[in-house]
């Protein structure tokens, strides 16, 4: 009998179907066992008043959770069940047995295990369906990213992750050993998606960065996934902020679509991403934080994490939004690169964009004259010889242009309100963790 | 007015329209000056027998090729002119204007460079539209990998390209330095896929993989994109082949309906994948070397090109076939991983897909039991201390599984039929290149 996904049981009621997975939970209530088998896309339940249906599963066996199997069985409408089903008159196979104890148990609801026992044993600790939804989702993210991209003209690319020079600074980048030379890790594809706006004008990519970042904090790994995007013939940084807003709305309504069962199982409400999201200019939020809390960071050439959050809830009451746009941003602490406000020296045409007070994604218009990056790296203190091929790109005519990119993790992490970044992080790197 | 894309030109004959590009030509006949401007997705032609139209680009202005700027003219249908329309009665609008020379020129229907020269000027080389359709057909490839696989169940995934220890050897392995430890770059995702057939049983990732081979040939660069598949609950490899048949079809199938105008350009014609594509043992393919070319290769562990050459004729010949599956390679030659055929001792349960001649794919079916992999480990004289992540995997039960590779490049290079694989790859990295 061909196997059919579990999560296509309640198709077939009254009919007999073949599962395959893995052995979720066995237990045993009086004569009456239930077996709850899990797949690649959900569980099902099983139940039997027949001991010898199950003998391959008998406590003789010794064979325990996580025993990969197949489950023939009649499907029954029941109310009590999970999913309103459940398989009777059952068949085992056992393709591998499991008899070892599992590092944290799979089948509670909640995961029983401390962080690092989390992340030490990750290759089994995300089958649990909670993990799983969350790395679900993750692809969902992709998918939607790429969707709404396509839709627009966009071009994916795959950049190189071995560089000759560091991306934004000499910090903060991974060393190796090129072939007895150094070399390194791609902080960020930001050169080569501004390269090739001179070949496909709008491009994208899905790719990993790598940041030697030497904090321990529960907000930075040190190597994610990028979702950047950039494009050219930009008015300025609002053109790049309306496709911000509509990428993120096609991320979050892929997910809404498509990804349903996970967003139940992680109890997660999205939230509505605004026709127009609010925005505010870098100086005003200044004024604004003044202005409500009576606390001056005007001339901080930043904004805190506490100012962030002041803001997050002036856009809530005062937009009736979970998202808000900050622009203008001072051009000392933006990278080289940025473009400059025209009509208000100092500040940067970049923005933003807040998600419920936090940061989740920064952009913003690039310079894209080749006299006005040798000027900005000289401003920066850079030597421009490193940077020769990419300067090279603006000799020969790039249109105005800008972009921005998105954590994936940092995405995940907000949406789903983790407390640890590393919940995100399929296999997250750190100061202190390089495995699993 | 709101620009257009070039490629919609067509569609407004009789109505005034406004582009946006770069100049991509520039030529006067008599008292006629021709305008070619490529945006994004392809390129326009416009007349004029008007100099004050053109004052912009006259010679005074000093401007050259690949000058950013836009075009307004009237659409006119024209015989003559590439893609049956042209612009006239123009005004032009220079966005960023450039009077440099080109490293190379872009408006050539072949590329006047060197492969040097080429390579050299990645950044500004890849604006040809000859190079470019390459690069659009990398993200048609990609995308039909993913259309194919999201179709049947699988999940996309991101996995680490920091690891602490090399996936098949620790030779051919990149070192970084993590934090004052050693780490090396990811060779393939092998590990982390097989350990995500326990999360979602069937995956698949597109990514970058690093490769310290110092061999300088023209069918190897250092860093390059993986298309990568595994999945569980396969009865051996031979449902790995199948799968990797549908996947090939699939990325030709949305080449063919989505990039016809790329395929044009490059005038590739794209080979048909049979229903059923041929395959032949390893040691078969032994014989009928013998047979047919009367060289005795039996024994050898591993197909030479030339061998494989020689196979490609015969499936050309015998099944009127561009591919070729060839299975059951010697276990010495094959990675400590692969799943042995339980049949015939010696070989294995693996499989390389020849593209006329030439490998194209290569996967088979894993081992799946612990104690499988301590052997296997043992065997190889390989210490299993390294491998405690991977291998904890297999003693939570782990279903029959298997997978496959396909390199982005080399797959482009085969479709193409281009001299070189640094041809297909954006920004290649060999032994002597990590710029631009």
Do not use: C
């Amino acid at each position: 009998m061909e196997r059919i996904p579990t999560t296509q049981v309640s198709q077939h009621i009254g009919q007999r179907v073949r599962v395959q997975g893995w052995l979720h939970a066995l237990r045993k209530l009086g004569g009456v066992t239930f077996v709850v088998v899990r797949d690649g896309w959900g569980t099902v339940q099983a139940v039997s008043e027949d001991e010898t249906e199950l003998t391959a599963l008998s406590e003789t066996a010794g064979l325990g959770a996580e025993t990969v199997l197949a489950l023939e069985g009649l499907v029954v409408a029941e109310a009590q069940a999970p999913g309103g089903v459940e398989l009777r008159q059952l068949a085992v196979e056992v393709f591998t047995p499991v008899a070892e104890t599992l590092p944290l148990p799979l089948n509670k609801r909640q995961i029983k295990a401390s962080l690092p026992t989390l992340l030490d044993h990750a290759v089994v600790a995300n089958r649990h369906p909670a993990r799983r939804a969350v790395f679900r989702l993750a692809a969902g993210a992709m998918a939607g990213f790429r969707a709404t991209l396509n839709g627009r003209g966009f071009t994916e690319i795959q950049t190189p992750k071995i560089v000759a020079s560091a991306t934004e600074s000499g910090s903060n980048v991974f060393q190796l050993d090129y072939f007895g030379r150094p070399a390194y890790l791609a902080q960020s594809p930001q050169f080569y998606k501004q390269i090739m706006v001179g070949v496909f004008e709008r491009v994208f990519e899905v790719g990993p960065v790598f940041r030697a970042e030497p904090h321990d904090t529960t907000r930075h790994v040190n190597e994610y996934v990028s979702l950047d995007v950039e494009f050219g013939f930009v008015a300025n940084h609002f053109t790049v902020m309306a496709l911000a807003r509509d990428v993120i709305a096609g991320i979050l309504e892929t997910l809404q679509t498509g990804y349903a069962a996970e967003l139940a199982l992680l109890e997660a409400r999205l939230p509505i991403v605004p026709a127009a999201i609010p925005h505010i200019h870098f100086a005003e939020a200044q004024e604004l934080i003044l202005q409500r809390h009576g606390v001056d960071v005007r001339g901080e050439p930043d904004l805190s994490p506490q100012d962030e959050r002041w803001l997050g809830q002036w856009a809530q009451e005062e937009h009736g939004s979970d998202f808000l746009f900050v622009t203008g941003y001072p051009m000392v602490k933006r990278p080289f690169y940025t473009h400059p406000d025209p009509t208000r020296p100092g500040y940067s045409n970049s923005f933003d964009l807040l998600f419920r007070g936090v940061e989740l994604i920064t952009g913003g218009q690039r310079l894209h004259r080749y006299g006005e990056y040798l000027a900005a790296l000289e401003q920066a203190g850079y030597p421009a010889a490193p940077f020769e091929s990419y300067l090279e790109v603006f000799r020969y005519g790039m249109p105005p242009h800008g972009g921005f990119a998105i954590g994936l993790e940092r995405l995940l992490m907000q949406l789903l309100d983790l407390p640890n970044l590393r919940l995100a992080t399929l296999f997250p790197r750190d100061l202190n963790r390089v495995t699993p």
